[in-house]
């Protein structure tokens, strides 16, 4: 079937077929306007690892674990033997006994119940605070748990106590280790520095 002509002749276009007017179709060429597709992750499909949400701000850094400041308190403990507590913690890694201060303790207080709760050992005599550092929490790998940092301040103290039993499931075990192996024990590699750090004031006390 043949298209219907116009008066001047031609084939009459279709009702249903619309052509913008030339200048509208030149204008959007020249301008480069094309319609806007939607970004992956506001289609419904799942957002690429790695990637970033746009104009919210949000983006998988929001996501990430907030780290978390706390204040801990522990100690270095010798025996009359010369020997150095040091602690299990939940079978994966050592450390020398601390654990977070409680509301409504001294740092003092705190260091003594976390030592006897780690090790048994309650017979304490206070010798010297001697001093405090800080880092991240030790993660399975011994590496750093950026999730809790801690300020943690020491106190060297002396016991008469021989026989260490555990009370906190989340400290297994307890040793008492000589002063120049008790580095290579530690975990965290702050521990370690930490307590290389004492060594000369802990060899000046035992001497005592």
Sequence with gaps: MKAPLSKSGKAARPSWVRIPPFPQILFLELSGIRRAREPRHCRGGAQRPGSRVGASGNSTLSAMT????VRCAGGVVINRDGLILVVNQGGYSWSLPKGHIDNGEDALEAAKREIDEESG????????DIGSYERYRT????????????????????T???????????????????KDKVADLLTHQKDKAFFRSVLQKLTLEMSE
Excluded at 139 to 158: N, Q, R, V
């Design 66 to 69: 907030k780290t978390q400041r």
């Design 121 to 128: 050992v309650n017979d304490l005599e206070f010798v010297a």
């Design 139 to 158: 993660a399975l790998d011994g590496g750093d748990d950026t999730s809790e940092f801690k300020t943690i301040t020491m106190f060297l103290f002396k």
């Design 160 to 178: 008469t106590q021989a026989e260490l039993k555990p009370r906190d499931p989340k400290n297994p075990e307890a040793r008492w280790v000589p």
